[in-house]
């Protein structure tokens, strides 16, 4: 029985706790000043700009088939689905008899590996393990705004 009462006891405690941390988050809080109040002179009117021509933008999808219609004939046959696949299979079967044996399928692991290894000491130290990071696209920048320009 003393374990119900011991458990009531710290259930409240652990309320009271949680009200007096949101009171004094509460009280941390920065006022918002009110809004500026409106001139007696009335603005101007900002000049209408011309609406900007809209880009037709691609689903991913559409993308996607764009990659693989390379005659753009807008049909996909399988040779042009399995092109991509076989340029790599092509790239990895060294010996060109079209199977692939396990060195042959480990073998960019083992040059990365290889290249990696500076010293030639079978380990890669943490300096020769970074330079294995795979390369990343950068993304296009937005163009900047020319809004100041207008004004």
């Known amino acids: 029985m003393w374990r119900y009462l011991v458990g009531a006891l710290a259930a409240t405690l652990m309320m009271a706790a949680g009200a007096l941390l949101i009171q004094g988050h509460a009280a941390n809080e920065i006022?918002?000043?009110?809004a500026?109040?409106?001139?007696?002179?009335?603005?101007?009117a900002p000049e209408a700009l011309p609406e900007p021509p809209k880009a037709t933008e691609k689903t991913r999808e559409e993308k996607r088939f764009d990659r693989y219609d390379k005659d753009h004939d807008e049909w996909i046959t399988r040779d042009e689905l399995l092109k991509s696949r076989r340029t790599r299979f092509a790239k990895l079967d060294k010996d060109?008899?079209?199977k692939?044996?396990?060195r042959e399928w480990a073998v960019a692991t083992y040059d990365?590996?290889?290249?990696?290894d500076a010293d030639k000491s079978g380990r890669l130290s943490r300096t020769e393990?970074?330079?294995?990071r795979p390369k990343r696209k950068a993304k296009p920048k937005a163009p900047a705004c020319a809004c100041a320009d207008a004004d």
Do not use: C, H, M
Not at 36 to 44: G, H, K, T, V
Not at 129 to 132: G, K
């Open 100 to 102: 692939l044996d396990f």
């Open 31 to 34: 006022a918002i000043p009110p």
């Open 129 to 132: 393990f970074a330079t294995t």
């Open 36 to 44: 500026p109040q409106a001139s007696a002179q009335p603005a101007a």
């Open 112 to 116: 990365k590996f290889d290249k990696a």
């Open 96 to 98: 060109g008899d079209g």
